[in-house]
């Protein structure tokens, strides 16, 4: 039978739960070595040679779209190196999107089985429970927090980063994971004792958000709640209301109110919001240093934090840093508006950029825009930018086609990868997440999963 036990199946599973609770870095020359880049190759020859041997089939899922829409961004990338200064960075950075696509479109059109997307679902979500107990156990035991931007936090030990490597990187996996979980949880499992380990997972993952530490992270959680609720309003008022569901959710806010800066946080979160408003960003006129150490845009500060005008300064400096790093992203863009300074070249014109123009300096040799759109323009153009931003509006329109043919799992399946697809879509509006290999790998490795899963349930779903 095909895809029975198939090499394909196996690889995938392996990147399920290795990827997400492993990492690590190293080089054999010039060349990165960590488990993605181990594992994609394999899960690419693997399908291709359980194809040819008839192993593994493709099912009819209409995937032509978003793999148009994949070429055409990656023709754009290829001229642009055109302007490119350093060759290798693009190459390397072409490289990195090619193996994504390629993830992605096969294990989106591999004709798995039902038992074959369980064991998918087992295997990931025992590694979504690891990783999210070793971030809690990171801060209990206090062992590898990352120190660096507790600038305005008196009483926390670090910010966790569990497995990804970094605070931010971290939230954003966070959240996109999160609104499954909570569906399961409150929409979907009828029998209290999964009920209440699916809301046990969804605890320990929002405990977790705010262990990061990230404001925006923590905002953009709020959001997703809410256009949950939105999105599936009778099934989700319905069994929230549920004793054990009631009780769970006051335990999980009472916990939650009393971490370490929560209140103080939330408040410098609101503040920083209506600084980046334009009435707000008016009245900033120069561009603070972030001491950023970590990578994740946040400066760290050594400050009495007793009076609340300090944090407020510190908050200030650190919106007003930020967006200079946008605005540089926007003075690349706007001097190459064609096909930008080339794929994978932001960083090699960087030093170049904060010359020409002097206000743009942060005191630092090379930075991160610390914004992917921004990223994606600066290196390809607007052209570069159009198509890269066609792939996700193609993205989302094909999850919600798939959305209205759908049972009840496939309603909640399709409602969290589009709610957790915004939350990680809206925090790259910060942070450079799409080009983190680790993290982008999870993104697209179990988004194509999922959107597979609905192609192939919406037929048990019409006899529904």
């Not at 059109?109 to 087992?122: H, I, N, P, R, S």
């Not at 919001?273 to 150490?293: C, F, R, W």
């Amino acid at each position: 039978m095909p895809n029975k036990n198939s090499l394909t199946y196996y690889f995938v599973l392996a990147s399920l739960f290795l990827i997400p609770i492993v990492y690590f870095k190293t080089y054999l020359g010039p060349l990165p070595l960590s488990v993605e880049i181990v594992l994609i190759p394999l899960v690419t020859l693997a399908a291709f040679y359980d194809f040819f041997k008839g192993n593994i089939r493709l099912n009819d899922f209409k995937i032509w779209p978003l793999a148009a829409a994949f070429g055409l961004f990656l023709l754009v990338s290829l001229i642009s190196v055109i302007n490119a200064i350093d060759l290798k960075s693009a190459v390397m950075e072409i490289a990195r999107y090619l193996s994504y696509v390629v993830l992605f479109l096969i294990v989106a059109k591999v004709d798995f089985t039902k038992k074959q997307y369980l064991g998918f679902a087992k295997w990931f979500g025992a590694a979504v429970v690891i990783v999210g107990l070793f971030g809690v156990l990171q801060y209990v035991f206090n062992f590898s927090l990352n120190k660096a931007g507790l600038y305005a936090l008196k009483e926390a030990k670090g910010r966790v980063d569990s497995t990804l490597v970094n605070p931010n990187y971290y939230s954003a996996y966070l959240n996109y994971i999160i609104p499954t979980v909570l569906l399961l949880a409150v929409v979907y499992f009828k029998n209290k004792t999964a009920q209440l380990l699916a809301f046990a997972v969804y605890a320990i993952y929002v405990v977790n958000v705010i262990l990061t530490y990230t404001r925006a992270a923590w905002v953009t959680m709020f959001c997703a709640g809410i256009l949950l609720i939105i999105l599936m309003p009778k099934q989700f008022i319905k069994n929230v209301i549920k004793p054990q569901i009631l009780i769970s959710f006051v335990i999980l806010f009472a916990v939650l109110y009393f971490m370490p800066d929560v209140q103080s946080r939330t408040n410098s979160a609101i503040y920083a919001i209506e600084k980046l408003l334009p009435q707000g960003s008016q009245n900033h006129q120069g561009a603070g240093e972030p001491e950023d150490t970590d990578g994740d845009g946040e400066p760290e500060e050594v400050a009495d934090e007793e009076e609340p005008e300090e944090e407020d300064t510190t908050t200030n400096r650190a919106v007003v840093s930020r967006m200079t790093l946008w605005k540089t992203g926007w003075y690349m863009l706007r001097d190459n508006p064609i096909l930008g300074v080339g794929m994978g070249n932001y960083t090699a014109n960087y030093k170049e950029y904060v010359s020409k123009y002097p206000e743009l300096y942060i005191g630092h040799e090379s930075y991160s825009v610390h914004n992917s759109y921004l990223k994606v323009g600066a290196e390809t153009g607007f052209v570069g930018l159009a198509s890269f931003m066609l792939i996700y509006v193609i993205y989302f329109l094909t999850i919600i086609k798939l959305y209205f043919r759908q049972n009840l799992l496939g309603r909640v399946m399709a409602v969290g990868l589009f709610v957790g697809s915004i939350c990680y879509m809206v925090q790259n509006l910060s942070n450079n997440l799409i080009f983190i290999p680790q993290l982008n790998v999870i993104f697209w490795l179990t988004a194509g999963l999922v959107l597979g899963f609905l192609s192939f349930n919406r037929k048990e779903s019409i006899g529904e």
